[in-house]
């Protein structure tokens, strides 16, 4: 089981860090992703981090935000700085279905999800 947390409401320019923590199994041997999905829109990819680390980030997320993994807390982040209105969604995370890798950060290559944590950022 995968749970997010972290989420909250934040001024703009304000700062969160998302975490996602696994029970059950070790997330040492998978890709993570996390995505967002804002009130009728589809859900997208954010920021994926493979098993060996490596990093891909959304364009409006990159210089921004930062994904990172702590393999001995079994958990993988994500700092968000100088959010924005347009951050605005739920946030999820999700392991990869090729396991420590990712290829595009899309949501049809993540098969395991967690509950989302809500990320409202407004004035």
């Known amino acids: 089981q995968l749970q997010a947390s972290g989420g909250g409401l934040v001024q703009p320019g304000g700062s969160l860090r998302l975490s996602c923590v696994a029970s059950?199994?070790?997330?040492?041997?998978?890709?993570i992703g996390w995505f967002r999905q804002a009130p009728g829109k589809e859900r997208e990819g954010v920021s994926c981090?493979?098993?060996?680390?490596?990093?891909y980030y959304k364009d409006s997320a990159k210089g921004r935000f930062t994904i990172s993994r702590d393999d001995a807390k079994n958990t993988v982040y994500l700092q968000m700085n100088s959010l924005k209105p347009g951050d605005t969604a739920v946030y999820y995370c999700?392991?990869?279905?090729?396991?420590?890798?990712?290829?595009?950060?899309?949501?049809?290559?993540?098969?395991?999800w967690g509950q989302g944590t809500q990320v409202t950022v407004s004035s």
């Open positions: 981090i493979s098993k060996s680390a490596g990093a």
């Open positions: 999700a392991t990869s279905r090729y396991g420590g890798h990712y290829y595009t950060c899309g949501s049809d290559e993540f098969d395991t």
């Open positions: 059950g199994f070790s997330l040492e041997v998978y890709a």
